[in-house]
Nanobody
Framework: HVQLAESGGGSVQSGGSLTLSCAIS????????VGWFRRVSGKETEGVAA???????TAADSVKGRFTASINKDKNSLLLQMDDLKPEDTATYYC????????????????????????WGRGTQVNVSS
């Protein structure tokens, strides 16, 4: 039974950087996706970045080139390196996981569809001021 716990949120000025961590307790299965999502109060949760068990990565267009997701060798810590932060990045950030990748058009991958992810952390707040 995997549990997730985020940390590393805080306040930063526009253009700054933060690194979020997600502690993963329990063992990930051979086939999995882990990802980062965010939510602004009153709006829907959106996908930010995801990593598959095969190392493939997916990122939302809004963060490509600025945010990088990674997982450590022991697969017990998921990171989100956020650079060049903007005020519109202000949100509560969540990590999540699902036990299998999606199969589409002849390939396995990890999308950012919120409804697929089955285990969630409690979130960490990121505030970016202009």
């Amino acid at each position: 039974h995997v549990q997730l716990a985020e940390s590393g949120g805080g306040s930063v000025q526009s253009g700054g950087s933060l690194t979020l961590s997600c502690a993963i307790s329990g063992k990930l299965y051979r086939d999995y996706c882990v990802g980062w999502f965010r939510r602004v109060s009153g709006k829907e949760t959106e996908g930010v970045a995801a990593l598959g068990s095969d190392g493939t990565a997916t990122a939302a267009d809004s963060v490509k080139g600025r945010f990088t997701a990674s997982i450590n060798k022991d697969k017990n810590s998921l990171l989100l390196q956020m650079d060049d932060l903007k005020p519109e990045d202000t949100a509560t950030y969540y990590c999540a996981k699902v036990d299998e990748r999606e199969y589409f058009d002849g390939a396995y991958w990890c999308g950012l569809r919120v409804s697929r992810f089955t285990v969630w952390g409690r979130g960490t707040q990121v505030n970016v001021s202009s």
